[in-house]
């Protein structure tokens, strides 16, 4: 590392952070990219990993290995929890809790949103977001299992329980979620089992609103719901989920009405997101205004209002007409390098200007929405258009074949080749199952096991 050049550190390798740093790549700064998870996840694949499509490696990449070409970029595995605005310096955590520091001339947060729970922390127990790849195991482990454990009962309520999946949020995430569930249900695993029917399997996807994919045309939105309920979706509008348990979850009317209780031992949460907890830290430390998600207002060139040093880039930056979607934080990361090397040549920075490109949103096999301007295309021309733009943004070149390849796989036959799961080593109430050996168990929760059977 140079002393004499300038230090540029990026917290996050997500979209925008991975592509800030590519493009900083051979310009005369010592990047460091700092990243919780020392990975490039692609998170809009991330339910085909959670419902057994794909493997965790065909949707991440090691940044080390994705920016190895990049002689004065660092990749560091480290999770920022400290922004000393004075000394322009980052404290970062290892995993075994330790820290380390970061000094820097310029200041790029890339941080992204996770998943929220509208305040009720409580429900994350029971209820997995999908943020991460950890979300997604975990997911893949509780579907899986569900259907497992329904295979060990007899009919009845408990079996009914097991073989129950609610989905709350009827965005993108919600729906690719509640169509896989079916999709898997009726074909993968529609021939395997000997006492249930996995075609019984219950989806009941739970919104505030009154359709699904709020983000698209109401024609094409129309046209996602007909498609799930042929698929056995069962869409619930107007509603706000107001307990999540270990066996169960309560909605409640937007309106007047009754509460109403569903039994079930698998919610999947997917219903809004809030700043990680750096960012937080970082607009106090940097005085800078926060929306009611944790979103940090940016001036026009993506800067901190008073701190021309740090921007804030992707789903964290808070500003009218930038939606929280992958092509903002590309586009996001490579103005902010942009702004940085203008600094360095000593010209004027531009204003960012959010391209809207379009968004396809996968609902079933043969069936997606893509919506670009004026062109809206649903059924099998949209499921083209989604799968080609997905390979076009995959991170890695042996990943786009490998998962052409699965898809191939998978659509000429109905089965799922990633469909393994762990158990155990969590630490999370609700993984390993309460089937767990009552020995090793303890009986932490004070819950008896799920069924008679002792596997
Ligand atoms: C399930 C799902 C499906 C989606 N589908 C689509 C889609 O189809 N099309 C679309 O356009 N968009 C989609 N999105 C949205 C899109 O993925 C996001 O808009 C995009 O990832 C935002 O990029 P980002 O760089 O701001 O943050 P992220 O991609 O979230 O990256 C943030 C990075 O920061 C790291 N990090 C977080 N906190 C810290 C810390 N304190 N220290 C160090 N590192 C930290 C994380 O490990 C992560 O790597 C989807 C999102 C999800 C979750």
Redesign the pocket.
């Known amino acids: 590392m140079d002393e004499q050049r300038p230090k540029v550190v990026i ?7 991975l592509f800030c740093a590519r493009r900083l790549g051979r310009v005369g700064v010592d990047v460091t990219l ?4 020392a990975c ?2 692609f ?2 694949l ?2 085909q990993c959670a419902t057994g499509t794909l493997s965790i490696g065909q949707i991440s990449r090691s940044l080390r290995e994705e920016l190895s070409e990049h002689r004065n970029v660092t990749t560091l595995l ?4 400290r922004l000393d605005v004075e000394q322009r310096r980052v404290t ?1 955590r290892r995993p075994d809790d330790s820290t380390f520091e970061l000094d820097y001339d310029y200041l790029v947060i ?4 996770r998943q929220s729970y509208f305040g009720n922390e409580d429900f994350a127990a029971w209820a997995p977001g ?3 790849l950890d979300d997604a195991l975990s997911i893949r482990r509780r579907l899986f299992a569900a259907f497992e454990i329904a295979e060990t009962l007899p009919p009845g309520p408990e079996r009914d329980q097991w073989l129950t999946f609610a989905v709350t949020g009827a965005g ?2 919600g729906v690719e979620l509640a169509g896989q569930i079916r999709e898997l249900a009726t074909r993968a695993l529609a021939n395997e089992f000997h006492s249930i029917e996995p075609q019984d399997a219950r989806v009941l996807l739970f919104d505030g609103g009154d359709r699904v994919l709020k983000s698209f045309a109401p024609a094409l939105s129309e046209r996602a719901s007909r498609v799930l309920e042929d698929l056995g979706v069962e869409l619930h509008f107007g509603v706000h989920v107001s307990d999540v348990r270990r066996d169960g979850i309560t909605v409640k009317p937007k309106g007047a009405g009754e509460s109403r209780d569903y039994a079930t031992r698998t919610v999947l949460w ?1 219903a809004g997101v809030e700043a ?3 960012a937080r830290h970082a607009a106090e430390m940097l005085g800078a205004t926060t929306d009611r998600s944790g979103r940090i207002a940016v001036d026009e060139d993506l800067s901190v209002p008073q701190h021309p040093e740090v921007f804030v ?4 930056a808070g500003r009218d007409g930038l939606p ?6 590309m586009q996001g ?1 490579l103005h902010a390098a942009a702004s940085i090397r203008r600094d360095l040549a000593g010209s004027r920075r531009k204003k960012f200007r959010y391209r809207d490109l379009g ?3 996968y609902i079933s096999r043969g069936h997606a929405l893509l919506q670009a301007g004026p062109v809206k295309l649903t059924g099998a021309l949209g499921w083209l258009g989604w799968g080609f733009i997905h390979i076009a943004f995959l991170t890695g070149v042996r990943n786009r074949f490998s998962t052409v390849g699965t898809w191939m796989a998978t659509i000429a036959r109905a089965n799922r080749s990633d469909r393994t799961f762990i158990l155990g080593g969590s630490g999370h109430p609700e993984e390993p199952y309460t089937w767990e050996s009552p020995v090793h168990q303890g009986n932490r929760s004070g819950d008896k096991p799920a069924s008679g059977h002792t596997a």
Request: aromatic share 6%; charged share 10%; glycine share 20%.
């Open positions: 917290i996050g390798g997500g979209f925008g952070g700092l990243d919780r998870a490039h996840v998170q809009p991330l339910y480290g999770e920022a929890v970062a890339a941080a992204g949103m999908m943020k991460t993108p995430t997917t990680v907890p750096f880039i992707g789903d964290l929280g979607v992958a092509e903002n934080a990361g968004s396809a949103a």
